[in-house]
């Protein structure tokens, strides 16, 4: 079956421009997460998803991030006036449920010149 | 100041060799996570573990709750076991450990 999938697979923007990234959960995960991984730092959560509610927004970075799940599928996550220090992979993760194994998607590689 | 820690942060063992990852935790969890990441950056969730253990294959992952410590045993290492692995906790939020850099040579 299907997996998680994101888009774009790769970004690049200009300091300052807003960007959109968009993921695709598996089919009936309830759960969706959403995390950076900067180059050679390890894994920060930044938000999860319960439906298209958002009970933890804590590991959001910044006002100029934000994200949205609508029908409790499709997520985005933007980023308002981007900074260089935004650059990072940013990975989508999906579950049945928070108290079950998480799948990952390919993440989407931002950089920001 | 962690709230997960991991050691060793590098790993070169010969292939056959039994490979132990270690994680401790500062924080009250619901459940521990064991990841692998692949160069090229893909991300395989191994365990979901909350305590005992668990065996999927090659590898062993184990939990004391009341230490706050996890280990992660592969036994009869391949090169194709050869990635980063991540612990993560799952509490009020998430953190995760600063990852394990595994080399198994041939």
């Known amino acids: 079956g299907a997996g998680v999938s994101q888009s774009p697979s790769n970004k690049v923007t200009e300091k300052g421009k807003d960007v959109e990234l968009r993921c695709d959960p598996i089919?009936?995960?309830?759960?969706l997460y959403w995390y950076r991984q900067s180059l050679g730092q390890g894994l920060e959560f930044l938000i999860y998803?319960?439906?298209?509610?958002?009970?933890?927004k804590s590991g959001l970075p910044s006002d100029r991030f934000s994200a949205e799940r609508t029908g409790g599928s499709v997520s985005t996550l933007t980023i308002q006036r981007t900074q260089q220090e935004d650059s990072a992979v940013y990975l989508c993760a999906s579950s049945p449920d928070r108290r079950e194994t998480q799948y990952f998607g390919p993440g989407t590689r931002l950089l920001v010149l | 100041k962690n709230e997960v820690e991991q050691s060793p942060q590098n790993l070169t063992a010969q292939e056959g060799e039994f490979i132990t990852i270690n994680c401790s935790y500062s924080?009250?969890?619901?459940?521990l996570h064991w990841l692998q990441q692949h160069p090229g950056g893909g991300i395989v969730s191994l365990f979901m573990l909350s305590s005992g253990k668990k065996k999927h294959g090659r590898l062993i992952a184990t939990i004391n709750i009341q230490e706050k410590h996890s280990s992660l045993h592969i036994t009869a290492s391949h090169p194709r076991d050869s990635a980063v692995y991540i612990c993560?906790?799952?509490?009020?939020?998430?953190?995760f450990g600063t990852g394990t850099s595994l080399t198994v040579i041939p």
């Open positions: 089919s009936g995960h309830t759960a």
């Open positions: 993560a906790v799952a509490g009020n939020q998430f953190y």
């Open positions: 998803f319960q439906g298209n509610s958002a009970p933890d």
């Open positions: 924080v009250g969890i619901s459940a």
